[in-house]
Structures are given as structure tokens and as C-alpha cells.
């Protein structure tokens, strides 16, 4: 069973082409997150949902656009897509944020290549 | 503000102790963490400790926190080619908005 998964695991697209990934969990968690990791492995948050509202919003361009449709989906989509957004993706989850202990369970990742 | 610094790689023999060192700023943490990020795939939570906690051990890993030099350290024991990895330290600070700071992640290398 699939804790945390994301769809697709490897995208490769144009300059400018606009995209989306997807993510879900079946951990009952109230809280999803959005993070990149660049070449160099460094992890950074990007957003964060929790029960379908938005918690966390670091500063990234405003071409990429969270989508939260139930707590247990967060996508992203991404416009005009940049050489820059060349990454890869996690998604993850955590039952409620800021309380208590919060492990987060990540995705497999989304390796995204912008030609 | 927040940050979480550790060194970039470690390189041991196969059998031998790793230890993998971490310094972050906010004394207000209320959760240490170790992640484990293998080849291609996503980070793993390896094990934790609370901030009123000196140690805390579990099988072979062994996470000591010294909380007033804000340090933290994971030692593996018997460090075998299965723990080459990434290893992130991350913190949950009390007044965080809800983030979860990562540090930039330890390389482990096992050489047999």
C-alpha cells in the first residue's frame, strides 16, 4: 500500500509549456506539503495545505499554483515552465502541523526536466 | 532566524561507526529529526528526538542532543554499504508557522 503518491514520476517538457503533478495519501493526514529539491539535494518547502487550506506559502514565483481539491490530494501546477524549475518535486504528508511530534511521509519524488 | 547546517559528506568503512553531526539555531525546536534520503527516492523519517531528551536509541542508531550547544548527532553503529545515503537533520521550531527546516543533508559513503 502507497502511503504517499505521486503521479508522474519523471516529466520532461518545453520551455513555457504549462504542467501539473499530482499527489495523494491514504494516511487520513490533515496536512500536505509541496517541496523542491535542487541539484545540490538542497530540500526546500514550497507550500503547505492543511485540511484544504493553504499554511504555508514560501516564496516562489507565482507561476506555480497549489491545488488542494480534499485533504487527501495537493497538486501542483506549474505555468510557463522555466529551465530554473528543473527539479525534483516531493510531495508529502503529516497528520497536523505544528502539533506535537510531525513526521512527514514523503513521495517518491517527481524528476521534472525543463528543455 | 531559522537554520539547520551540516557537513556535506562522510565517507567510512563497512563495520566501522558513523557519525553525522548537526547544528541548527532555534532553541525553541520542539522536534529533532533524521531523515534518510536512499538513491531516487523520497526521505524516509529514520528516527526523532524531542527537545527535553538527551539520547535516544533505537537498534543501531543512536541520536544524541546537546540541547545548549544546539547540536545534534546520529551515530550508526556496524555502518554497513545499505546505509550509503543521503541523511537530512530537520527541526520543527516551536514557532515555526508549521515548517519543518532541512538541513542540507550529510552524504554517507560505506566502503566494503
Known amino acids: 500500500d502507497t502511503a504517499v503518491s505521486q503521479t508522474p514520476k519523471y516529466l520532461v517538457t518545453q520551455m513555457g509549456n504549462d504542467k501539473s503533478i499530482k499527489c495523494e495519501q491514504n494516511?487520513?493526514?490533515?496536512?500536505m506539503y509541496w517541496y523542491k529539491q535542487d541539484s545540490k539535494k538542497f530540500l526546500k518547502i514550497m507550500f503547505s495545505?492543511?485540511?484544504?487550506?493553504?499554511?504555508i506559502n514560501e516564496t516562489v514565483p507565482n507561476r506555480f499554483s497549489p491545488k488542494s481539491p480534499d485533504k487527501a490530494h495537493l497538486n501542483l501546477h506549474i505555468n510557463s515552465l522555466e529551465l530554473g524549475d528543473s527539479a525534483v518535486y516531493f510531495c508529502?504528508?503529516?497528520?497536523?502541523?505544528?502539533?506535537?511530534?510531525?513526521?512527514?511521509?514523503f513521495g517518491p519524488g517527481t524528476r521534472l526536466l525543463v528543455l | 532566524g531559522e537554520d539547520v547546517e551540516q557537513s556535506l559528506f562522510l565517507s567510512v568503512r563497512e563495520g566501522d561507526s558513523s557519525v553525522i553531526n548537526c547544528t541548527y539555531t532555534?532553541?525553541?525546536?520542539?522536534?529533532l529529526y533524521w531523515y534518510k534520503q536512499e538513491p531516487g527516492a523520497g526521505l524516509q523519517l529514520l528516527t526523532y528526538?524531542?527537545?527535553?531528551?538527551d539520547m535516544k536509541q533505537d537498534q543501531r542508531l543512536t541520536v544524541l542532543l546537546n540541547k545548549k550547544d544546539k547540536h545534534l548527532s546520529l551515530r550508526i553503529a556496524d555502518t554497513q554499504t545499505g546505509d550509503s545515503a543521503i541523511y537530512f537533520c530537520?527541526?520543527?521550531?516551536?514557532?515555526?508557522?508549521?515548517?519543518?527546516?532541512f538541513g542540507a543533508g550529510t552524504r554517507l559513503f560505506v566502503k566494503a
Open positions: 508529502a504528508s503529516s497528520e497536523s502541523p505544528g502539533e506535537s511530534q510531525e513526521t512527514q511521509y
Open positions: 494516511l487520513g493526514h490533515d496536512t
Open positions: 495545505y492543511n485540511n484544504k487550506e493553504l499554511i
Open positions: 532555534d532553541s525553541s525546536s520542539t522536534y
Open positions: 528526538i524531542f527537545s527535553n531528551m
Open positions: 530537520a527541526e520543527t521550531p516551536f514557532d515555526g508557522g508549521f515548517k519543518t527546516i
